[in-house]
């Protein structure tokens, strides 16, 4: 387990540009099916807003850190443990909360606030309770992780994309509606691809260290739909806002966090390992969850 922290994943420069991209290209298809229509929901509803905010830049960080703290997972796992907390849901949230017949505006709304803030949350939330706990501190002070540095790029990846989708929308409409329905699926199998082709140079290391990430991965990923449930029904929201606010909460943006691991880490071993393996459960575990409640 000790040499799991040791393990480089082999991701070259080149294909770190063109996941880059391809991030950034899925988040402005993101972007062309946000009107600023979609925010007004933050007025007529700010309860289930901030409860979702709640759940998913609060809670969730800091239940992750408990998790760590208690479990004691070797500290690359732990470190990506902390990553996918620290990211916002993830795009395929909307799709997966029209599907489970939840609350689809609020989702909307919250992946868009969400991305926006963070651009500043996820850096905050890395950072923090990364360097909170011991052995994952020690693994960022030999990174020398510089916290501007990893705002720039989040800024980048997430921000400028998103600003420039929602503008093409405002101002030509008909364009932005016509490119999204082309865009968003394309961009989501181009950058799937690329993860693929770049771990399926790694297979020898997924097949030798998998095993150490699934029962954390799949108990992570749980707890956070729970979380995002327990926390909206607490709050006296209803079974439609409970189901979106589960959604929101388990299906974290697992791409940002491999793109930040690649960039800054240098695919380390244990964080892209859980990373990935998130990335893959939680599409398995949204569609089968948002499966039983659209039949209900």
């Known amino acids: 387990m000790q040499e799991l922290d040791d393990v480089k994943i082999n991701f070259d420069s ?6 880059n991209i391809a991030l950034a290209v899925v988040m402005f298809g993101v972007a062309l099916g946000i009107s600023l229509n979609d925010f007004k929901i933050l007025f007529k509803q700010p309860k289930a807003v901030l409860v979702g905010v709640l759940s998913q830049f609060v809670l969730l960080p800091f239940i992750t850190f408990c998790v760590v703290y208690i479990v004691k997972p070797q500290p690359s796992i732990a470190l990506g443990m902390m990553m996918v907390a620290a990211c916002p ?5 909307n799709f997966m909360t029209h599907l489970a017949k939840g609350n689809t505006a609020l989702s909307v709304s919250l992946t868009a606030f969400a991305t926006f803030a963070a651009i500043f949350m996820t850096p905050f939330n890395f ?4 360097n909170l706990y011991p052995p994952t501190a020690q693994i960022l002070k030999n990174v020398a992780l510089n ?5 720039q790029l989040v800024l980048m990846i997430l921000g400028v994309p998103l600003i420039l989708g929602m503008l093409l929308r405002y ?3 008909r364009w932005a509606i016509k490119l999204s329905k082309l865009l968003k699926p ?3 199998v181009i950058f799937a691809a690329i993860v693929i082709i770049a771990f399926s140079k790694n297979i020898d290391v997924f097949n030798a260290y998998i095993h150490h990430v699934l029962i954390l991965g799949i108990g992570h ?5 729970l979380l995002g449930f327990l926390l909206a029904k607490a709050f006296k929201l209803s079974f439609v806002d409970q189901k979106t606010l589960a959604i929101e909460t388990g299906i974290q943006n697992s791409g940002l966090g491999l793109l930040l691991i690649f960039s800054f880490f240098n695919g380390l071993g244990g964080m892209a390992i859980l990373a990935a393996f998130w990335g893959i459960w939680h599409i398995i575990s949204g569609l089968l969850l948002a499966t039983y409640w659209s039949k209900k």
Not at 147 to 151: C, G
């Open 147 to 151: 916290p501007f540095d990893l705002i």
């Open 186 to 188: 394309l961009s989501i």
């Open 127 to 130: 950072q923090f309770y990364g």
């Open 171 to 173: 101002y030509k409409e």
């Open 221 to 225: 990923n749980i707890l956070a739909i």
């Open 89 to 93: 849901g993830g795009n395929i949230s």
């Open 14 to 19: 080149n294909g770190l540009w063109v996941l």
